[in-house]
């Protein structure tokens, strides 16, 4: 069975621009959730998504945006970037919103703002 | 909110020694997580405990959780250099979403 997978794997963007990142999660999941990984905050969530629905949100600003489709490939996007948000930015999948379920993670898109 | 606290934050040992990893918590533990991470790579689930008391294994490594304490250790045994990298465990916040602790850095020497 395939894995959780995340395009690009590497970006480069100048501050201001917006950025959109893409997983896919392992097949049969329903559940995808996005998490900031830093040197400096650690890992940190960003929000959650299932069947099409943000149904969880961590706190971080309205740049911050995300969606799901049907086929549960979800897609985040960062406006106005900062240099603050350079970043691993991981995904993760689960087959439902059931608490205790292991989450699988996607390898990363490691971006960086100049 | 749920804080997670581990120590060490980093380690250093000599190949083929044990060593753990605790990680405790600020809040009643219902379900904790250990992840390793190989620098700037993506988490690889390594076990999840459920109930207090609750002790996994896979390989040479092993995880217990002590829910009196609040509390989760992760114990390698005779290391090797595949076991370095940075674990992190994890525990569940509101649903789905997952507080992590800020990691231990583990190096093997060979």
């Known amino acids: 069975k395939a894995g959780v997978t995340q395009t690009p794997r590497y970006l480069i963007k100048t501050r201001g621009q917006q950025v959109t990142l893409s997983c896919s999660p392992i097949s049969g999941h329903r559940s995808v959730s996005w998490y900031q990984q830093t040197p400096g905050q650690g890992l940190q969530f960003l929000f959650e998504?299932?069947?099409?629905?943000?149904?969880n949100k961590g706190n971080f600003p309205g740049r911050f945006s995300g969606r799901q489709f049907s086929n549960s490939r979800s897609e985040m996007n960062v406006s106005t970037l900062e240099l603050g948000d350079s970043a691993l930015y991981l995904c993760?999948?689960?087959?439902?919103?059931?608490?205790?379920?292991?989450?699988?993670f996607g390898p990363g898109t490691r971006l960086l703002v100049l | 909110s749920q804080e997670l606290e581990q120590s060490p934050q980093s380690l250093i040992v000599q190949e083929g020694k044990n060593l753990t990893i605790n990680c405790t918590s600020s809040k009643t533990l219902y379900g904790l997580y250990w992840y390793k991470q190989k620098y700037g790579e993506g988490l690889i689930f390594l076990m999840m405990?459920?109930?207090?008391?609750e002790e996994k294994s896979h390989e040479k490594i092993t995880a217990k959780l002590d829910e009196k304490k609040q509390q989760s250790s992760l114990h390698i045994t005779a290391s090797q250099p595949s076991h370095a990298g940075i674990y992190l465990c994890g525990a569940d916040g509101n649903g789905n979403k997952l507080v992590f602790g800020a990691g231990t850095i583990l190096r093997v020497k060979s």
């Open positions: 998504y299932f069947s099409e629905t943000q149904r």
């Open positions: 993760a999948s689960s087959k439902t919103l059931a608490g205790q379920e292991t989450q699988y």
């Open positions: 405990l459920q109930k207090g008391g």
